[in-house]
């Protein structure tokens, strides 16, 4: 090899490096900035933090690898790659909630109080409608999250869970007719659902259950998950008379030092329960006409993680 031969090869091997790492510098700053976003979608597809959690790591391992010189809009790139696989991870997720021990709940996330300000994105995050997306399959689902949460145009929802763009305005309107039969009739304001939950606390705390039976819908369901490692409900318990029984017959440790916390979960009100200073769980309701028609105890531990510190979700 001659003498500029070896100039040449040696200057171009620095230079290649140094494309690569702009390269990666600007796909990590496009991914930094839509990571909330990113976020919010898987986890509202799965319902786990931690699943969403694996999606966006996956997520970024092939975004990395992509040439952002053929990106023509990085946002509905990244969202397309999210999607493609929170599919993959709900449809595997639907085989292991199937030997699920008991009712499944979605896993709580400590949100700022900033989030119920957006009163759609409050309630897309939500433990009721989560549970409601739930009754969804995986394609619908994803449809639903994108179209009517984040305002995906048909065409780029069609890329994301490839589907033509006819065909996914069929699904989402399947899916929207659908949700609307099983969304809660009306969408509570917090003041709404903290009156609720100061009556569930009081109730916790003095023993006196009638404020909380006053407020209880006739058909109200309760559903607690421990994932068959903490004591609770291994079905539903439905109607005010066999909740009132389940309530009266203590839906905590009696016998423990217990405190109960209002926080701000999932975009509403909640109450996180502590026993003997330790997070036992959460307490979330679903709220319809002035009347608790749900109510959800996540006591799972490998649900509680995210409630030490806010988990941010955005549009």
């Known amino acids: 090899m001659s003498e500029r031969s070896e100039r040449t090869t040696d200057t171009a091997e620095p230079l290649e490096r140094a494309d690569r790492v702009d390269s990666v510098d600007s796909a990590t700053e496009a991914f930094v900035a839509h990571r909330n976003l990113l976020f ?26 992509v040439d952002l010189a053929t990106v023509r809009e990085e946002r509905a790139y990244l969202v397309r790659i999210v999607t493609r696989q929170a599919l993959d991870r709900l449809r595997a997720l639907g085989r292991r909630k199937e030997s699920y021990v008991g009712p499944w709940l979605p896993e709580p ?44 145009d048909y065409d780029e929802i069609a890329e994301a869970v490839d589907k033509t763009p006819a065909a996914v305005r069929q699904i989402a309107h399947r899916a929207r007719s659908h949700v609307a039969a099983r969304r809660p009739r ?12 100061q009556a569930f606390q009081r109730a916790v705390e003095t023993g006196d259950l009638q404020s909380l039976l006053d407020i209880l819908a006739p058909d109200v369901v309760g559903l607690s998950d421990g994932g068959g490692v903490k004591h609770a409900l291994l079905r539903p318990v439905v109607g005010i008379g066999k909740v009132a029984r389940l309530l009266e017959g203590g839906w905590w440790k009696r ?7 209002p926080v701000q979960v999932n975009g509403s009100p909640a109450l996180l329960v502590r026993i003997d200073g330790e997070i036992d769980g959460v307490v979330a309701v679903r709220v319809e006409n002035g009347y608790v028609t749900g109510l959800y105890h996540v006591r799972n531990p490998e649900k509680l993680s995210r409630l030490e510190r806010e988990t941010a979700v955005s549009r």
């Open 40 to 65: 919010t979608v898987a986890y509202e597809m799965l319902g786990s933090a931690a699943d969403a959690e694996d999606v966006l790591q996956e997520t970024w391992l092939r975004w990395v690898g």
């Open 109 to 152: 996330l400590l949100t700022a109080p900033d989030v119920a300000e957006d009163v759609e994105l409050a309630e897309s995050v939500s433990m009721a409608m989560l549970l409601v997306l739930e009754t969804l399959g995986p394609t619908e689902r994803a449809v639903f999250v994108l179209r009517e949460v984040f305002d995906l």
């Open 255 to 261: 016998d423990a030092e217990r405190s109960v916390e």
């Open 186 to 197: 009306g969408i509570a304001s917090p003041a709404e659902i903290q009156g609720a939950l």
